[in-house]
């Protein structure tokens, strides 16, 4: 079953608007949400993370935010760039358990 | 400093052939994950290794997939028959520690496409 879920496939925006990628997940026992950024024919490249004691963590144009009530998180980068361009994996994990649960991804475009 | 090496980058077989993938970890990284990454799909952990040990292989078919990681540095992944729906990118990861918090690098994975 699918713990970690993104509902958008793709997203488009203009160079120098942000961009907001969501996320929702089902297990409450996740402590530690991470971002990664995939381009193509290369592996994740890791993003930003946030645990699950925060409800915000920034790092240059990107910022993640964590709703714990409401099991959503999302990355919001800005201002948004074509380099930009690329798919976010949204991913979870326990402190108890190993693995990274990641989402389906969501495919970005930045226009120029 | 390297990352995650792995080859081959791309490999076609038919189905019921034996294939097998080789990782590097980054030096010095303890743990070692295999992913498989099926089209259109996040990334699913197929195995977690701890130095030489195994730690989590709950979602590996051990049917006809199979995984070492001998002196606790390369690992190989092998699969034994193909079915065609093993088609998905193989993807090795490593981080320095396990657990929620340690940062996972990838390799560029390997391609496979089953005929």
């Known amino acids: 079953d699918q713990q970690v879920k993104q509902n958008s496939p793709s997203l488009s925006v203009q160079e120098g608007r942000i961009s907001i990628l969501n996320c929702d997940y089902t297990?409450?026992?996740?402590?530690?949400f991470l971002w990664y950024k995939k381009y193509p024919a290369e592996g994740p490249t890791f993003l930003i993370s946030?645990?699950?004691?925060?409800d915000k963590n920034e790092d240059g144009r990107f910022t993640v935010f964590l709703n714990k009530s409401a099991k959503h998180l999302s990355l919001h980068i800005v201002p948004s760039q074509p380099g930009d361009s690329a798919v976010y994996f949204c991913?979870?994990?326990?402190?108890?358990?190993?693995?990274?649960?990641f989402g389906k991804g969501t495919s970005l475009l930045v226009t120029p | 400093e390297a990352g995650v090496a792995q080859s081959p980058r791309y490999k076609i077989i038919e189905k019921r052939q034996s294939v097998a993938f080789w990782c590097n970890p980054i030096?010095?990284?303890?743990?070692l994950y295999w992913y498989q990454q099926i089209l259109g799909q996040g990334p699913k952990l197929l195995i977690q290794?701890?130095?030489?040990?195994?730690?989590?292989d709950s979602q590996l078919p051990k049917d006809r997939f199979s995984a070492e990681r001998l002196k606790g540095v390369d690992s190989t992944l092998k699969i034994q028959p193909a079915k065609l729906e093993d088609s998905a990118v193989y993807l090795c990861?490593?981080?320095?520690?396990?657990?929620?918090?340690?940062?996972?690098?990838f390799g560029p994975g390997t391609r496979l496409t089953v005929l």
């Open positions: 030096s010095g990284h303890a743990t």
């Open positions: 946030i645990s699950s004691i925060k």
């Open positions: 991913a979870a994990a326990s402190n108890s358990g190993y693995a990274l649960n």
């Open positions: 990861a490593s981080s320095v520690t396990s657990g929620g918090a340690g940062e996972q690098f």
């Open positions: 297990n409450s026992m996740f402590d530690y």
């Open positions: 290794f701890q130095n030489n040990g195994v730690v989590d």
